[in-house]
């Protein structure tokens, strides 16, 4: 008697699962995995399965990676188990680190963030101890689990002709899958994406966090920019250095650890309180000073990178690569510390953190200057620690001790740089148990109450301590200048819910105008009486024109301060990025203002041209320029 059809059936599929039994098992564990990494990073997953159901491939170009991770190690240890419990561990660690980061800093992990894990950890350790506690908890677990499966799991080592055939085809596989469909910038466009495409978050959002992890791998490298010419940059650096620096005041510059503006809101009140901005916003009314925002290159993090733009008139932005911009500094930089202290001053760096962080003890020299101190060579964190970093109160006794000593013994003009740290982030239980230092009439819970209590008690700090430095300065009869900045936003544990709470313009699904305000400081330029008779801000100002706005880019700021302080010829770099200025006062990559402070989603044919030769200007000074005048 013949064999039913669908017993017949049925037994084929029982001897194909059994013959093909380990294969089967990785395409299951590779579509659980990216089921998992959906499920952590999402925040559309009905929207998401809606798409993907439109759009198998979307699915498919998700699950690829991890079926080729399980395989290659699967080959290469020979061991199934451990095969599937690393590449599990390896994607469940990207999914909560992408997670993470999206909330402090709206902003989706990239692969240049695994070159960063020796600052990441630097960070994490001031995390409040339950989160403490639940990030190493968490990395223990993926470890022990690893260390478990390898020792535990059968060993079914394949012959090793077999192994290094599997290794090869998964190998060549990998990198034809990568060249032909990760690379694809034009593919990976044209999948939908929810909301604005812009913000990074929702490419991810929509198209997954693997497959759009490995298309930023492809795109993130650094090219000369398109129509990059070496001569006419080599031309324009070798013209002959006229510089007119007839006033030369103490510049004593200081970028505030996510100094912001967040208390100047209609919804709070700090009539009870101490304004946590009153010095600053007394320095900048009145007529010694000049006054604004600056946008930078990152919300919530990413410091760093604008000490880069304001340091060097470069734009991180147009570097296109998730690394920190520091990271591409290997030689003497023509920055303005380098540019001041070619005419007569004596630059100094001060951060009290670790001189590693960010690479700041070499780049610091590489920028010119002359001396640096880190938290390593001058502080204790001991002792004047709070909140897990060197505080506002010892910091500024470090540059009024160094301004002082300059005064007493030296007689040429001090370029001081200094990067605070106290109110970096998170802000969760920062200071211990504060009193509310704010009223508001918007219902917030008490760890939100608590949340921005924290943040507030750091600006606070801060600003009194900018008070202590114009009080020093106004009593000295030596011309000294103050320029101050907040380096980002600060990101919060909660998100962006106090941003829409709170009301806020600032939306990165929202207008043009509300999407640059994510990356909006505000900025004080201030001189002192001795100052202001030698050049007065109010006069140079005019022939700066800022816009009525105030609103600039980070990279304009330290030319500003020259072109303010009539250096005229100082670079000209700086020369140029003052001029431009007028046509494209503030940008991003997708934003553009012009002189009047119209918005727009696409650039101007001379707004492009000034993106294009700031681009290749940059690109050389980083890449090709072999000698710094």
């Known amino acids: 008697m013949s064999e039913p059809i669908s017993d017949k059936k049925e037994n084929q599929m029982v001897r194909f699962l059994k013959k093909h039994s380990l294969w089967v098992l990785f395409v299951a564990v590779s579509v659980f995995v990216t089921g998992l990494v959906f499920l952590i990073t999402s925040n559309h997953l009905f929207w ?8 198998p491939t979307l ?35 990207l999914a909560v680190a992408d997670k993470v980061k999206i909330i402090m800093r709206q902003e989706p992990l990239l692969p240049g963030d695994l070159a960063l894990a020796k600052e990441a950890l630097a960070i994490v350790k001031n995390f409040p101890h339950f989160q403490h506690f639940l990030v190493t908890a968490f ?69 997954g966090l693997i497959y759009s992890f490995c298309h930023q791998y492809n795109i993130s490298r650094i090219t000369p920019p398109e129509g990059y010419n070496k001569s006419t940059f080599e031309q324009l650096e070798a013209a002959p250095s006229s510089t007119i620096a007839n006033n030369k005041p103490h510049i ?39 006054s604004g925002k600056i946008v930078v290159p990152g919300f919530g993090g990413g410091t760093s990178n604008t000490e880069y733009d304001v340091l060097t008139a470069c734009s991180t932005r147009y570097l296109n690569n998730p690394l920190p911009s520091y990271n591409f500094i290997h030689q003497p930089f023509d920055a303005l510390p380098r540019r001041l202290e070619q005419i007569g001053y004596e630059t100094q760096a001060i951060h009290p953190g670790y001189q590693w962080f960010y690479n700041r003890q070499n780049v610091y020299p590489d920028l010119g200057f002359d001396n640096s101190y880190f938290l390593e060579d001058s502080f204790d964190l001991e002792t004047q620690g709070l909140g897990g970093y060197i505080n506002e109160t010892v910091t500024m006794d470090k540059i009024l001790e160094t301004l002082d000593t300059h005064l007493k013994t030296k007689d040429t003009p001090l370029f001081s740089f200094t990067v605070t740290i106290q109110n970096h982030g998170p802000y969760d239980n920062r200071y211990g148990i504060l009193p509310q230092n704010f009223d508001t009439t918007i219902p917030l819970s008490d760890a939100e109450k608590n949340l921005l209590t924290q943040y507030f008690k750091g600006i606070n700090d801060a600003d009194t301590e900018l008070g202590r430095l114009r009080d020093y300065a106004q009593a ?5 200048v103050v320029v101050y900045y907040g380096d980002h936003l600060p990101g919060f544990s909660n998100g962006m819910d106090f941003f829409r709470l709170l009301d806020y313009p600032i939306d990165p699904n929202g207008t043009l ?11 004080l330029i201030w001189q002192n009486d001795a100052a202001k008779e030698q050049c007065d801000f109010t006069e140079t100002a005019k022939q700066a024109d800022l816009p009525e706005s105030g609103v600039i880019s980070a990279e304009y700021l330290g030319a500003l301060l020259t072109q303010l302080l009539e250096m005229k010829g100082i670079s000209p770099l700086y020369d140029y990025v003052n001029e431009s200025r007028q046509l494209l006062p503030a940008s991003t990559s997708n934003i553009f203002v012009d002189g009047n402070g119209n918005f727009s989603d696409s650039a101007t044919d001379e707004q492009k041209e000034i993106v294009r030769k700031l ?13 710094v005048k």
């Open 48 to 55: 998401l399965a809606i798409k993907i159901v439109k759009n």
């Open 59 to 93: 699915l498919f170009l998700n699950i690829l990676p991890v079926f080729l991770l399980i395989g290659l190690t699967y080959f290469l240890s020979g061991r199934t188990a451990f095969s599937i419990t690393l590449t599990a561990a390896f994607f469940a660690f």
């Open 139 to 207: 990395l223990i677990g993926l470890l022990a689990a690893m260390i478990i499966s390898f020792y535990f799991s059968k060993n079914e080592k394949p012959s090793w002709k077999t192994r290094i055939l599997g290794c090869l085809i998964f190998l060549l596989t990998g990198f034809g899958a990568n060249a032909y469909w990760y690379a694809n910038k034009d593919l990976y466009d044209s999948y939908p994406v929810i909301e604005s495409p812009y913000f990074e978050v929702n490419q991810y959002n929509s198209k």
């Open 252 to 290: 004593i510059m200081i970028m505030g650890e996510a100094f912001s503006d967040l208390s100047n809101n209609e919804n709070l009140n700090f009539t009870n309180y101490r304004d946590p901005l009153q010095n600053f916003k007394e320095m900048a009314g009145s007529e010694n000073a000049v």
């Open 476 to 480: 000295s009869t030596e011309p000294i």
């Open 513 to 523: 105008e509300e999407r640059l305000a994510l990356y909006e400081t505000p900025f």
């Open 615 to 627: 681009s290749a200007w940059q690109y050389y000074k980083l890449f090709d320029q072999s000698k």
